[in-house]
């Protein structure tokens, strides 16, 4: 359940614009993620469950390091270059231009976001944003 409040939209010069402002939103390490996995599936071994998460994570690294992309059910992500370049004959320069990890939802990530419940509360305190 993905509680909110609305809060006064200030980017938008229309009076009556509010977005919305998520609350209480918890946030899950790795760590947190494996005992997770462990409470579902017992019979694993919690070291297993770290060791392959660990693997998968410096796999995905290698190959961004490398400049290839890599797609999975949750997430995409690729290399991008930003910056200007003066022309066909101009070449990557660190001054000028820096390399990117651009990262997109996987397929299966945009379905658990679909399948989000939302609440709407009432914020007690004003909370602090930016503006």
Known sequence: MLQY?????????????????????RSYGLEEVAQRILAR??????SQINAVIEEFVEEV???????????TPL????????????GAADSYDPERHSVRTNLQPGVRMRDA???????????????????
């Open 5 to 25: 409040t609305l809060v006064e939209n200030l980017l938008t010069a229309a009076p009556d614009d509010f977005m919305a402002q998520p609350l209480n939103v």
């Open 41 to 46: 599936h017992p019979g694993m071994g919690l």
């Open 61 to 71: 690294c290698i190959i961004t390091a490398d400049g290839g992309a890599v797609n």
């Open 75 to 86: 997430f995409n992500a690729y290399p991008g270059i930003a910056g200007v370049f003066a």
């Open 113 to 131: 976001a679909d399948r989000i419940k939302m609440q709407k509360e009432q914020a007690a305190d004003p909370q602090p944003f930016i503006v």
